[in-house]
């Protein structure tokens, strides 16, 4: 661990994950726990990304249908699904998604731009590339899955 070459590079663990044929990657330290699929409770008005809420331990959780929220085509969740909890800001959300595959450990030097090419959407999410055995998975900023506003109300 200790050597000098590694002085200035930011290291972070990663936790990837699988939405559709896509693999996205966030912080572990956001992550609070990793749960099977819940049925939520729809909220009237939500926005279409926001499956509902669930009772988690007595605290009331938004879930987040990641897919819908990337503009990637939604699923109905089944007993394969996870929800990730994460913390943004002062609010815990739920991460439905359809599989955790892998922890990976990065440096920011592992880390390619986002290319010029995509959408004003994925750049909204999508803070960088990370090449993992001949694929890349999409390093996502959980600052912007909620809207400000919509962080606030949920």
């Avoid at 990065?106 to 995509?118: E, F, K």
Wanted: aromatic letters at 4%.
């Amino acid at each position: 661990m200790g050597k000098s070459a590694n002085s200035g590079i930011n290291t972070r663990e990663l936790i990837a994950f699988r939405v559709g044929r896509q693999e996205f990657c966030i912080n572990v330290m956001a992550v609070r726990e990793i749960r099977g699929w819940t049925a939520a409770t729809a909220l009237p008005r939500a926005p279409r990304y926001v499956r509902g809420v669930i009772n988690l331990r007595g605290a009331v959780l938004p879930i987040v249908e990641l897919a819908v929220r990337l503009g990637l085509p939604s699923n109905e969740p089944s007993a394969r699904n996870v929800i990730i909890v994460v913390q943004i800001a002062h609010q815990q959300i739920g991460l439905l998604v359809d599989a955790v595959s892998d922890i990976l450990t990065a440096n920011d030097a592992n880390i390619q731009p986002t290319p010029d090419v995509s959408s004003d959407l994925v750049k909204t999410f999508v803070k960088g590339l990370l090449p993992v055995d001949g694929r890349m998975i999409s390093l996502i900023s959980l600052d912007h899955v909620l809207p400000q506003g919509e962080l606030e109300a949920a």
